[in-house]
């Protein structure tokens, strides 16, 4: 069984920075595109940033310029630094794959990690 596990989230001051690691593990084959999404309090679930396998990636225009993802493809883990927050980035964050595992091609997600943005 494929699981995925966030980690890094936490309270940080305005300006502050964080991050945020997903990892990976059970029957795999192949990783696909790996990401990031967020949800905050009574919003839709929304794509923060996304890599895929080649490292090619791609971001919402409210985090580009104070966000980075990137992944270890040998340790099947997806990272997100993230600068500059702002209150408007509090949110649960799921780290996301799609991936090739003895089911076939899924998408799966992790639980999220709470990312809170204050002073």
């Known amino acids: 069984q494929v699981q995925l596990v966030e980690s890094g989230g936490g309270l940080v001051q305005p300006g502050g920075s964080l991050r945020l690691s997903c990892a990976a593990s059970?029957?795999?084959?192949?990783?696909?595109?790996m990401g990031w999404y967020r949800q905050a309090p009574g919003k839709q679930r929304d794509l923060v940033a996304g890599?895929?396998?080649?490292?090619?990636?791609n971001y919402a225009d409210s985090v580009k310029g104070r966000f980075t993802i990137s992944r270890d493809n040998a340790k099947n883990t997806v990272y997100l630094q993230m600068n500059g927050l702002k209150p408007d980035d509090t949110a649960v964050y799921y780290c996301?794959?799609?991936?090739?595992?003895?089911?076939?091609?899924?998408?799966?997600w992790g639980k999220g990690t709470l990312v809170t943005v204050s002073s």
């Open positions: 890599i895929t396998s080649g490292g090619s990636t």
């Open positions: 996301y794959a799609d991936l090739m595992g003895v089911e076939g091609l899924m998408d799966y």
């Open positions: 059970g029957s795999i084959f192949s990783i696909y595109a």
